[in-house]
């Protein structure tokens, strides 16, 4: 286990007590058990089919469903069936968006837009405000730790100094090429 705990510092706590929890918080209230208000007067003429509403495209997506029609059914005398009617969808209808899809494209596509355009400049200016005070923090913090300023060096002065690295390399291969 661990250390017992020293020096514990003395803590007051005041008005310590159970307080009284009103009757109707604890006791269910009663619900008279009436009959349902619904009666069960028998089951629909037309069983209609699932899912399938008017205006929904047809699984070989060139009809649309128009409506439906109650007609008798050849194998079952005296019993009617619901037929689903279906309607030629139009070339405009099949392949152009409709204008409530195409209005809401053209909103986003406009806020989006202009967001990028006035964000563009605002992203630049709090750069160039930003930038040289988190270069100054970060220039303290690496002073504070004990780490030296990288220099910057120019294009030329890091050439050459990537030619000596792969002379060396060359050199250390060549040399154990010949050890072999």
Known sequence: MGQPIRNIPNVQVNNVGIYQI??????????PNFNPVTNHIGFPIVDMPGCVRIGDVAQNQK?????????????????????????????AEQFLPTPQVASTTAVIATV???SA????PLADLLLRVFRPAIKQVVGRVQKLLGKKETEML???????????????????????????
């Open 117 to 120: 355009l006035l964000a563009k």
């Open 63 to 91: 009809e649309k469903v128009s409506g439906y029609e109650l007609q008798p059914d050849p194998v079952n005398q005296g019993k009617k069936i619901c037929i689903t009617l279906y309607e030629d969808i139009g070339a």
């Open 22 to 31: 009103p009757n109707w918080q604890i006791q269910q209230p009663f619900v």
């Open 154 to 180: 120019s294009v030329r002065q890091r050439i050459e100094l990537q030619r000596d690295r792969t002379r060396a390399i060359r050199e250390l291969k060549r040399m154990k090429n010949l050890g072999k």
């Open 112 to 114: 989006a837009t202009g």
